[in-house]
């Protein structure tokens, strides 16, 4: 039966009304994102040179300046964190795809679990387990800490990257006689490789913004990486003992660094947009 | 049971060569008839009416090569269909001898007979029995029927045999009478070729039911 | 296109050739699903032996108990021998990834590794191996490509991926692959069923080729070809209980003109069921 002309009308009514719902609600979630950049850009603004970058940090009162420890600090824990993680991640989502059986799904389980935990209690955690012991904050604990929060994402990534490799070439693979390690090294593994490296890529974007894990054990350092026994700066700590300051030049610095860790997500996002398109076409 | 379609055509296709042994049945019976009573003109319809057997046979041809083609038949089917096919191939040349017969009878025109006809009649009895029992052994799938016809090939053997030293007889006595015995003498050859056909016609209803090729039954001629 | 002249399987017929893999009482289970049931029977050597049979009468499972690929499913066993080379591949103390070295396997999906090139699908099972190449790699690889009819087709492709080829030139590829290390018998599962008619006659021209040097099983679905392309045919059935069991089995022309089981003919013709 054909609809009538109202029924139609109606129709097209109702479609491009929530065509302009879908529409918004898009734009919102975009401005959301170009604000956040935006304001940032705009309040750092004045702190926005190569000089912040080069540069440490001045006495209060002095122009200029710069959070050179401090992105030295970000770079060399989001670095060991990454060392430590990642490859424990990925042994355990190799383990968890390619081996499965019911161990698997209790560490599946305690993977999950430990995704959801809060990162202050992991710092806490780590507080007790490392800093205590070793008698002094540290970059090393600080890594661990984030390589803590780390390793479930790479491992359940992982997991299911592997997952999605199709059986069939597994099946080629050992029909070929090739023993099963082998298949998994170098049929499995590289078929979902760039599934992997995204996965840790946005694992390591994450933590490069964690703050409270460090708060109890990098703890901060005004003077330069000391040696991974020693505390050591960080971008988000240090933007958030800025923000917390009274004073207005900390107060811009906290944003210039807040837009450089923003950046930082956001070319490491395209960086595996950019990966995943390469890999598929 | 899948596969109707093709069990369908199977069936018709049997329908049709069994339509054809009846027209070939009854072109011997009317050959034979027309050469007793001398009858010119039914021996003339007989040798027109041959055209209408080769016609059947041409169709059956086509039907079983198209399901070939068409159906993919294996085993008992593939085997259905080539007997059919062999079977309307021996059919069709059974009713060219009796068109051959027709042939002669119109040669013999009004030359008084030579001798009453005795044995060539017995003989063209037992080789359409033999045909009539060679299709109904393959419309029962009957393989002891069929080898019983291979055996009466012997008996219509026997009868060429007599019938030829008769004939030879008479002439050696009368050359005069060598025309009319030859013509005579090619009627009953082409009653025991018929009688041979029959036989090839029920080997090939054994085939059909045991997948065997043999031969039974070895002509003497 | 032209079908290359092959030895016809009647001149192949006539000198008989011994077993190669033999099964005895082979059993294989999921779980506690009976998969398969006592089959025994003898495949010759260098000649291709078709295995045919309805949906879920375990002619795959059968194969892949041929060269220990039924294990790699979870929860999956087999009971009874299979004899390669009168050795029992299930003995304990034999290590199934010898055995596959010997048993190659061809799929129904070409499945060409997708982050290698032509030359690394091909020498894939050399390379992963540890397989010494006496001659080179290079060499191995020509020679497995040249007998999967495949050579002229990609010798300038070499270093190009294994998904830019058409469908049937994968499966070539696939068989090349399965070559190269040398196996003594080939495995087929159902090979053309994703492939269009053209390539399919591709395929089983060199199916008919490679039996000189290599012992073939293949399993299809598909009765004409097996008709076409085998020397013995082995017809399996599902039983009351669903395992699969072994009908018939005998020279590829007898059971196609004549077999002996009736349910063998009723598959065969098509009226099953």
């Known amino acids: ?281 | 049971m899948p596969r109707v379609d093709f069990d369908r055509h199977l069936h018709s296709l049997q329908d049709d060569l069994l339509v054809l042994g009846s027209m070939v049945e009854k072109a011997i019976a009317k050959a034979l008839d027309a050469l007793k009573r001398r009858d010119l003109q039914a021996s003339r319809h007989v040798v027109q009416e041959d055209d209408a057997i080769d016609q059947q046979r041409f169709q059956l041809e086509e039907h079983c090569i198209e399901l070939i083609a068409t159906q993919q038949p294996m085993a008992r089917d593939l085997r259905t269909l080539i007997t059919i096919l062999h079977i309307a191939v021996e059919l069709e040349r059974m009713g060219d001898y009796a068109e051959g017969i027709g042939r002669i009878s119109l040669m013999m025109g009004d030359e008084p007979p030579l001798k009453p006809l005795i044995d060539i009649p017995r003989m063209a009895e037992k080789a359409t029995d033999m045909l009539r029992r060679s299709l109904d052994a393959l419309i029962n799938r009957d393989t002891i029927a069929a080898n019983g016809v291979c055996k009466d090939d012997d008996e219509v053997d026997a009868l060429y045999d007599q019938v030829y030293r008769e004939l030879l007889t008479y002439m050696i006595q009368d050359p005069k009478s060598i025309q009319r015995a030859t013509y005579l003498l090619w009627v009953s050859h082409d009653l025991e070729r018929i009688a041979d056909r029959a036989t090839n016609i029920a080997e090939r209803v054994i085939y059909l039911v045991t997948g065997k090729l043999t031969e039974i039954n070895v002509s003497k001629y | 296109m032209i079908r290359e002249e092959r030895t016809p399987q009647s001149e192949k017929a006539a000198p008989h050739s011994g077993p190669c893999i033999v099964s005895e009482g082979l059993g294989a289970w999921y779980g506690s699903l009976q998969a398969l049931r006592n089959i025994s029977m003898s495949i010759l050597a260098k000649r291709v032996t078709a295995v045919i049979g309805p949906s879920g009468c375990g002619k795959s499972t059968f194969i892949r108990c041929l060269n220990r690929m039924h294990e790699v499913v979870p929860a999956a066993r087999v009971s009874g021998k299979v004899l390669l080379d009168g050795e029992d591949v299930y003995a304990p103390g034999v290590d199934p990834v010898e055995v596959r070295r010997r048993v190659g396997m061809v799929f129904q999906k070409p499945n060409p590794f997708p982050t290698m090139s032509v030359f690394d699908n091909v020498a894939a099972g050399l390379k992963l191996n540890g397989l010494r190449a006496p001659g080179g790699l290079a060499e191995r690889v020509e020679k497995a490509l040249r007998q999967a009819a495949l050579w002229d087709e990609v010798k300038d492709k070499l270093k190009q991926g294994g998904a830019a080829l058409s469908g049937g030139q994968q499966q070539r590829l696939c068989i090349a692959r399965a070559l190269a290390v040398e196996p003594e018998v080939l495995l087929m599962d159902e090979p053309c069923s994703s492939l269009d008619p053209i390539a399919t006659a591709r395929i089983e021209d060199l199916v008919r080729e490679l039996c000189d040097r290599y012992t073939i099983v293949i399993v299809t679905h598909n009765m004409q070809q097996a008709a076409r392309v085998s020397d013995m045919t082995a017809f399996f059935l599902m039983g009351q209980d669903r395992a699969g069991e072994l009908i018939e089995y005998g020279e590829t022309q007898q059971v196609f003109t004549n077999p002996k089981d009736e349910r063998t003919e009723a598959y065969i013709t098509g009226r099953f069921g």
């Open chain 1, 1 to 281: 039966m054909i609809a009538s002309a109202r029924t139609h009308a109606r129709r097209k009514a109702t479609n491009y009304i929530m065509i302009a719902l879908c529409g918004l609600a898009t734009l919102a979630a975009v401005g959301v994102l170009l604000l956040v950049v935006g304001y940032t850009l705009l309040q750092g603004i004045a702190y926005l040179n190569l000089g912040f970058v080069t540069q440490t940090a001045r006495p209060l009162g002095e122009p200029g300046g710069g959070m050179r420890h401090e992105i030295v600090g970000t770079i060399v824990l989001v670095g060991l964190a990454s060392a430590l993680g990642i490859p424990v991640g990925l042994l355990a989502g190799t383990y968890l795809s390619e081996f499965g059986g019911r161990v698997g799904s209790v560490v599946r389980l305690v993977a999950d679990v430990l995704t959801g935990i809060p990162s202050v209690v992991v710092g806490i955690f780590v507080y007790v387990v490392l800093v205590r012991p070793m008698g002094t904050f540290s970059a090393l604990s600080g890594a661990v800490a984030l390589a803590i929060i780390m390793l479930p994402v790479v491992a359940r990534t992982t997991e299911e990257m592997m997952k999605l490799v199709p059986q069939t070439y597994r099946e080629a693979a050992l029909a070929l006689g090739i023993p099963r390690w082998r298949v998994i090294v170098s049929v499995v593994v590289p078929g979902a490789m760039v599934g992997i490296v995204t996965g840790s890529m946005l694992a390591l974007a994450r933590i490069a913004g964690e703050t409270a894990p460090l708060i109890f054990t990098a703890l901060g350092n005004r003077f330069g990486f000391a040696g991974l026994d020693e505390p050591i700066a960080a971008l988000p700590l240090q933007i958030w003992r800025y923000a917390v300051s009274p004073y207005d030049t900390w107060h811009q610095q906290a944003w210039a660094a807040a837009f450089l860790l923003v950046m930082l997500v956001l070319v490491i996002s395209v960086l595996v947009r950019w990966l995943t398109a390469w890999r598929r076409g």
